[in-house]
């Protein structure tokens, strides 16, 4: 059973960096697209980058672009997401999904095909916290 799991949140200071990761247990991220998604306090999930199986294959909602890298590594079988030059914005709970039939990306937010929730998987989230 496909299970994706967080890490690499905590408390940042103003103008830092962090890696976030989304490692999959039973499952192979290698030829499926993965997405990270932000959720700010008191707002609505939204997605902020999205890798394919390609690694040419990446979009950035244009607020990010400039600050996040989204990468993967198929042998750690891990997405990340750096995220350099904090501001108190980025805070928020970070998730990752992934939709098992899905191979690419073509937008930042990536979103179940056909209303597939059967193959659309989150993960729990990691917490991000920007406070000096």
């Known amino acids: 059973q496909l299970q994706l799991v967080e890490s690499g949140g905590g408390l940042v200071q103003p103008g830092g960096s962090l890696t976030l990761s989304c490692t999959a247990t039973g499952y192979t991220l290698e030829n499926v697209a993965v997405g990270w998604f932000r959720q700010a306090p008191g707002k609505e999930r939204e997605g902020v980058s999205c890798i394919g199986r390609s690694n040419n294959n990446r979009y950035y909602v244009d607020s990010i672009k400039d600050r996040f890298a989204i990468s993967r590594d198929n042998a750690k079988n891990t997405v990340y997401l750096q995220i350099s030059s904090l501001v108190p914005e980025d805070a928020g709970t970070y998730y990752c999904?992934?939709?098992?039939?899905?191979?690419?990306?073509?937008?930042?937010?990536?979103?179940?095909?056909?209303?597939?929730?059967?193959?659309?998987?989150w993960g729990q989230g990691t917490q991000v916290t920007v406070s000096s």
């Open positions: 999904a992934v939709d098992t039939i899905q191979t690419g990306c073509t937008q930042p937010a990536l979103t179940p095909l056909n209303g597939g929730l059967a193959t659309f998987h």
